[in-house]
C-alpha cells in the first residue's frame, strides 16, 4: 500500500541508470512466467542464523514464484542485517500496519469503513526458498546455519 517499490526502488535504480521495469506485486507470478525472468535479487531487513529472511511483505510470494519457475532466488543484504541471536524466522516479530493504509489509497476511501484487515508490513522467506545471500563479504550459500556461523565469526575478528 505504500508503494515503496515504485517510490524508492524504482527510483534509485532509474537514477542509476540501471534498467528497470516496475510491476505490481501481483504481477511477479505471470511476469516470471512469460518475459524470461533469469533471476531475482531482493533485499532484507533481517536474517536470522538458519538464513530464514525477513523483508519487506509480498517477498514470500515472490520466492514461492521464484521456486515453481526454477528461478534463483537471491537476498542481497549488509552483513548489519544479520540477528545471530535469533535461530529462526519464527522468532522475527512482525509489525502490522494500519488498517487505513489499505482501506485507503492516499485520501480517498477504497473499501467499506471497518471492514476487517490484515496488513503486515512484513513476512519471512524460508531459508530453503534462497539460492544465496549476498553480502559485502561474498555470498553465502546454503546450508546457511554453518555459512552464517562463518560469517559471524569473521565479523569478530
Given at each position: 500500500?505504500?508503494?515503496?517499490?515504485?517510490?524508492?526502488?524504482?527510483?534509485?535504480?532509474?537514477?542509476?541508470?540501471?534498467?528497470?521495469t516496475?510491476?505490481?506485486?501481483?504481477?511477479a507470478?505471470?511476469?516470471?512466467?512469460?518475459?524470461?525472468?533469469?533471476?531475482?535479487?531482493?533485499?532484507?531487513?533481517r536474517?536470522?542464523?538458519?538464513?530464514?529472511?525477513?523483508?519487506?511483505?509480498?517477498?514470500?510470494?515472490?520466492?514461492?514464484?521464484?521456486?515453481?519457475?526454477?528461478?534463483?532466488?537471491?537476498?542481497?543484504?549488509?552483513t548489519?542485517?544479520?540477528?545471530?541471536?535469533?535461530?529462526?524466522?519464527?522468532?522475527?516479530?512482525?509489525?502490522?500496519?494500519?488498517?487505513?493504509?489499505?482501506?485507503?489509497?492516499?485520501?480517498?476511501?477504497?473499501?467499506?469503513?471497518?471492514v476487517?484487515?490484515?496488513?503486515?508490513?512484513?513476512?519471512?522467506?524460508?531459508?530453503?526458498?534462497?539460492?544465496?545471500?549476498?553480502?559485502?563479504?561474498?555470498?553465502?550459500?546454503?546450508?546457511?546455519?554453518?555459512?552464517?556461523?562463518?560469517?559471524?565469526?569473521?565479523?569478530?575478528?
Amino acid at each position: 500500500p505504500l508503494l515503496q517499490g515504485a517510490r524508492l526502488t524504482a527510483f534509485e535504480l532509474f537514477e542509476d541508470g540501471i534498467p528497470v521495469t516496475l510491476i505490481t506485486d501481483n504481477m511477479a507470478a505471470w511476469t516470471m512466467r512469460t518475459k524470461g525472468v533469469n533471476a531475482v535479487v531482493v533485499g532484507a531487513d533481517r536474517i536470522a542464523a538458519n538464513g530464514d529472511t525477513a523483508n519487506k511483505i509480498g517477498t514470500y510470494g515472490v520466492a514461492l514464484a521464484a521456486k515453481a519457475h526454477g528461478i534463483p532466488f537471491y537476498i542481497a543484504a549488509p552483513t548489519s542485517t544479520f540477528d545471530f541471536s535469533i535461530a529462526t524466522g519464527a522468532q522475527i516479530p512482525i509489525e502490522e500496519r494500519k488498517a487505513d493504509e489499505v482501506r485507503h489509497f492516499r485520501s480517498e476511501q477504497t473499501a467499506p469503513e471497518g471492514v476487517a484487515v490484515f496488513n503486515p508490513a512484513f513476512d519471512v522467506t524460508p531459508a530453503e526458498l534462497i539460492s544465496g545471500i549476498i553480502t559485502e563479504h561474498g555470498v553465502l550459500k546454503a546450508p546457511y546455519t554453518e555459512s552464517i556461523k562463518k560469517l559471524q565469526a569473521l565479523l569478530k575478528d
